[in-house]
């Protein structure tokens, strides 16, 4: 009797067991997590075997295919989000349901900087060569304008002390600077920078942009560069709302927090009839405007780069009845992409190129570019050396 008990809890345990095991042997592994917005280990190969890590590169493999893995780990955030923890797997959520990322609790130095200098300054005196202005903008990333949305607790937030040690370094003779960031924690009540920022993603919106874009167009006015007075043009602000938004945090956690928050498009009232051109196999070819704007429309949610312009490798946009004559290189990350429309409507041509994306080096691009003026243009939370690698070859 007590044998026939003991097989009534060993067969079932040990059929978990093994059919979990064939399951996952049987099942189709997953590429990426859309989740954690990283690739998934993939099943080992004797290519493993041969560099002698086969046992690390398997249990990792295991961890990461582990059927309804995606469902326990949303499981797990949920209980998360309903205990009120304020940190939640890196993200740090506010009681008004502001989700914000981890914030820069280093602080850097001028050695850590170096590279990142060294690169820029090159790429302008490359610029120079070919009569070409170059400028240095640097745009305020969410975790360092909101800063002061952090709990208490945590360390020092140094993202502004780090972005201002970066911006004194670069040789101003070689780059102009303008530093966004800190115009914004200057010049606006944090009620008002609140309004420039989506909730739920790590990037700001169009109004955000719109402000920046209003006070480079003051500066380049300044240098002469050009000369337009934004006052005389009618902004108008319009808001889809069709889609639920899925912002990146938000997507982090699982989608977990509320996707109803309207995209805000500020623009010229004026009708469009722009051209858009994308590189495709070393020349530039005729696309829709869809495709460079708001690609994503059509879909069932709506994401940041969808909504506004996605990670392109290198396109333009030629406006024959722009404000200026001006034609402006744009070498990008994520943050200026509501910026794109903007700049199209002053200046008649406008290349943007994205140094994740594009197989080129910054030689290349320059020497096919017919621009007047580059304008690098990065995030004050992001890695500009590791941005800039990727064009410096």
Known sequence: MNNRKAMYLIVPFLSIVFGIGIINLIKKDKEISEAENRNLQQRPTIENLKEKNFTTTYETYYTDQFIGRDKLLKLDTKLQILSKKSNIKGHYITDDGWILGGPATTKKTENDYKGAVDLLNDAAKKAKELGKETYYVSLPHKVNTLDYMYPK????????????????????????????????????????????????????????????????????????YINVDLSKYDYETSYFKNSPFIGSYNRNLYTLFDTNEPIPYVHMDREYNNSYYEIKNGEFEEVEESYIIGDRFKEQDMTYGGAYTGNHSYYKIVNEKAVTDKKILLIRDSYQAPLTWLFSDIFKQVEVVDPRNVNMNIDEILNKSDSDMVMIMFNNGLNVEEMMNNIMK
């Not at 993202?159 to 303008?178: A, Q, R, V």
């Open 153 to 224: 607790y945590i360390e020092k937030n140094y993202g502004m002390e780090n972005s201002d040690l970066l911006i004194s370094m670069i040789n101003k003779s070689n780059i102009k600077t303008i530093d966004i960031g800190r115009y914004f924690k200057d010049n606006f009540s944090n009620k008002e920078l609140e309004k420039f920022y989506f909730k739920t993603d790590h990037h700001w919106n169009s109004i955000g942009a719109y402000k920046a874009f209003d006070y480079m167009i003051e500066k380049l006015n300044q240098s002469g």
